[in-house]
């Protein structure tokens, strides 16, 4: 997985062959995740991959897929015995398509200077007067996060604004941001047994800004069949926009 890291003044997001993927100032901003879309088959199992020594293939239900990215294992029978396997991300990665959603800076604020020279940075609106990109926190330890439609919307267990893993109470990203017809959300809401986890990695100030990182387990419907699998998100954010 991809880690952010602030070296001198400058922010850097390094993939998996430690090249720089962005780089800018200290308020630099960026938003991205890896996603896989899975559909059953006719026993109702979900097909995907992870890398062991090779592709290996595999065949979950909906709630032993959901067991495996909350627990990092999944038992299967192999020739009539259990048998546990380890899950990860990076084997899932390494093992599936490509698929990434990316936004940057120049998508995510607009630097404008006035007459006097004075220069202000503010969030882009759509034709319609939504916000396209925008992350808060309160003084409570709420993160609200919301990004050309998508959500994340967590509580940090202390109540407070700080660091570590925070409840999830809404993950949800458009479906024209992951490869499907637009006019959808896929929602953690809708998938039970759940997966969902956002983590707060650092809270900078100068100006005031957010690194953190999430993944989750979506369905555009209760009834849908289909899952979203959103994983290796990585956000860094000005919350003072």
Avoid at 54 to 73: E, M, P, R, V, Y
Avoid at 168 to 173: I, M, N, P, T
Avoid at 200 to 229: M, Y
Wanted: aromatic letters at 10%; one cysteine or more.
């Amino acid at each position: 997985m991809r880690r952010w890291a602030i070296i001198a003044a400058s922010l850097w997001l390094a993939g998996a062959n430690c090249q720089p993927l962005a780089t800018g100032v200290a308020n630099a901003e960026a938003f991205r995740f890896r996603w896989l879309r899975l559909t059953p088959d006719a026993n109702g199992l979900y097909t995907f991959q992870l890398m062991r020594n090779n592709c290996n293939t595999f065949h979950l239900s909906a709630i032993d897929l959901a067991g495996a990215l909350n627990t990092k294992q999944f038992t299967i029978p192999v020739n009539g015995a259990p048998q546990t396997f380890p899950f990860s991300f990076e084997a899932l990665g390494a093992c599936s398509p490509d698929n990434e959603t990316v936004f940057e800076t120049d998508q995510l604020e607009v630097t404008t200077t006035d007459p006097n020279g004075v220069t202000q940075v503010t969030r882009p609106k759509d034709d319609v007067g939504a916000t396209l990109a925008d992350a808060k926190f309160n003084s409570v330890g709420r993160l609200d996060v919301k990004i050309y439609g998508g959500r994340l919307f967590a509580n940090s267990p202390s109540n407070a604004k700080t660091t570590g893993s925070y409840t999830v109470s809404a993950a949800e990203v458009p479906s024209s941001q992951v490869g499907a017809s637009a006019g959808a959300l896929y929602t953690a809401a809708n998938q039970n047994p759940a997966y969902q986890v956002v983590t707060v990695d650092q809270i900078l100030s100068g100006p005031e800004r957010l690194t953190g990182s999430f993944s989750f387990l979506a369905k555009s419907d209760t009834s849908s069949t289909e899952l979203l699998i959103v994983w290796d998100g990585e956000m860094v954010l000005r919350t003072d926009l």
